[in-house]
């Protein structure tokens, strides 16, 4: 039996295609594995960020504080009661729909249905389609400790309350002043 290479040349052809074809496939279903995945999730980013946030914070006031009369060496410590939120734009659709029924005895009677439809409205980005922010909320302060080496004068202790109240716009009540113990002052010496 002789084999006749002219016949058998366009079935390799056809199977040297399907099998190209399948590895295009391959290929396609493959590419969102290979794609740049982001090293964190964004509820670590945004704990990091608020992080950064009080540190920033402590720091500001500390500066500040040291400035004040009488008040020496200061330490502060922010806390927060939440991380940074987003305030997400959104599209409303609403729609009223009215039904007028005719009864037999000669009266109307009319039905409102009333339907509100949100959404989120949806930008391209890196990651795909996410929601447009419009406002990204700073976190929110839960309470200021300040320790210093006039916490135990009154007045400055006043002043110091004073101080962190007005630049955080939180109430004296989150405001926590305490004196410095010499000890802290003879080991960082």
């Known amino acids: 039996m002789k084999l006749n290479w ?3 040349l366009p ?3 056809l199977l040297y295609l399907v099998l190209l074809g399948f590895g295009g496939i391959f290929l396609i279903a493959l590419t969102p594995a290979l794609e740049k995945k982001p090293a964190q999730t964004p509820q670590v980013i945004q704990q990091e960020d608020s992080e950064l ?3 920033r914070l402590e720091q500001r006031l500390e500066t500040l504080l040291g400035e004040v009369s009488g008040v020496g060496r200061v330490e502060v410590m922010v806390t927060l009661k939440s991380g940074y939120s987003n305030v997400y734009a959104r599209s409303e659709k609403n729609d009223l729909d009215r039904t007028l029924d005719d009864r037999a005895e000669g009266g109307q009677k009319t039905q ?3 339907t509100t439809e949100q959404t989120y409205v949806l930008v391209d980005g890196a990651d795909g ?4 922010v419009t406002v990204r909320m700073e976190p929110e302060v839960r309470g200021v400790v300040v320790v210093c080496d006039g916490g135990s004068d009154p007045s400055t202790v006043l002043s110091v309350t004073d101080l962190v109240r007005v630049a955080l716009d939180i109430p004296a009540a989150m405001v926590s002043v305490c004196p410095m113990s010499a000890a802290a002052g003879e080991t960082a010496g």
């Open 6 to 8: 002219s016949k058998l």
């Open 11 to 13: 079935e390799k052809k």
């Open 53 to 55: 946030y009080a540190a």
């Open 112 to 114: 409102e249905r009333n």
């Open 129 to 132: 389609e996410t929601p447009l």
